[in-house]
């Protein structure tokens, strides 16, 4: 099965709506995007492609049956591995922001958290280094003696700046 083909496929699938093997059709959408990164997806592709997202995305956190049900399936996870291909474009990529943005307030509203909740990438650690003490640093930078900086002048020219061309 040609590429063209297969994206063809889950272009279609996605649109058939929501049935018994969505959930199945977008884990696997998110595993072709996964190891398909570095193919160089047609134009119409990518529209394809970018199509199935949104598809996935509309049916599974915007649909109706959504609203009720806590255990419903999400496109969250779908919609992070997108980001982190190359694939999309820059102007999708916006798009799915704007979408994971959406998700992750609808996440902290379902959770009981607040809407400006931080994610923490790293942790501040104190460092108790006698290097990195101030103090340390001020009596290092007192005792070195200063280095001798000396100027060098540009080299002068002969000429007057003009240049003189053959007659």
């Known amino acids: 099965m040609s590429m063209e083909a297969r994206v063809k496929q889950f272009h279609e699938e996605a649109l058939a709506g929501l049935n018994s093997k969505s959930?199945?059709?977008?884990n696997t959408f998110r595993k072709f995007i996964h190891r398909n990164q570095e193919y160089n997806f047609t134009a119409r592709e990518k529209s394809r492609l970018f199509g199935v997202?949104?598809?996935y995305f509309s049916m599974f956190d915007r649909g109706v049956s959504k609203v009720d049900q806590e255990d419903a399936p999400s496109s969250l996870g779908l919609i992070e591995?997108?980001?982190k291909v190359p694939i999309f474009d820059t102007k999708?990529?916006?798009t799915m922001l704007k979408w994971l943005e959406e998700l992750q307030k609808?996440?902290?509203e379902k959770s009981g958290g607040s809407e400006k909740e931080k994610t923490v990438y790293y942790e501040e650690e104190e460092y108790e280094d006698e290097y990195f003490d101030e103090g340390n640093i001020d009596e290092q930078q007192n005792n070195e003696e200063p280095e001798e900086?000396?100027?060098t002048e540009p080299p002068k020219s002969s000429s007057s700046g003009k240049k003189k061309g053959k007659k």
């Open 53 to 55: 997202v949104q598809a």
């Open 23 to 26: 959930v199945k059709g977008m």
């Open 92 to 94: 999708q990529k916006n």
């Open 81 to 83: 591995d997108a980001l």
């Open 149 to 151: 900086v000396t100027e």
């Open 106 to 108: 609808k996440g902290g």
